[in-house]
């Protein structure tokens, strides 16, 4: 059972940069193998594509995305992460990492002045 352990959730001003981790407690090996990404869900709203990553690096972005947000991950440590930056209140959302087929609890990313 793989089990995603998200942080780095918060509240932030705009204009603000902010940085969410993934970390895959039960991947083991197996996480080098594995594609992952990053999704959110705003108030109301259908839950959203941010970034995918697949085993060999190679990386996708949703629409509007790229640029402003950055997707990572270390093997070794089995995380992947995303990289916020120039956040708007438009931002707000809950934000997911998935890994495989597996999905993260979701933190919360709260973007106001």
């Known amino acids: 059972q793989v089990h995603l352990v998200e942080s780095g959730g918060g509240l932030v001003q705009p204009g603000d940069s902010l940085t969410l981790s993934c970390l895959c407690t039960d991947c083991g090996p197996m996480f080098r193998f594995a594609g992952m990404g990053w999704y959110r869900q705003a108030p109301g709203a259908q839950r959203e594509m941010i970034t995918n990553?697949?085993?060999?690096?190679?990386?996708t972005y949703g629409e509007l995305k790229k640029g402003r947000f950055i997707i990572s991950r270390d093997n070794s440590k089995h995380t992947t992460s995303l990289q916020m930056n120039a956040l708007t209140p438009e931002d707000t959302a809950v934000y997911y990492c998935i890994v495989g087929r597996d999905w993260g609890q979701g933190t919360q990313v709260t973007v106001s002045s």
């Open positions: 990553m697949s085993n060999d690096g190679t990386t």
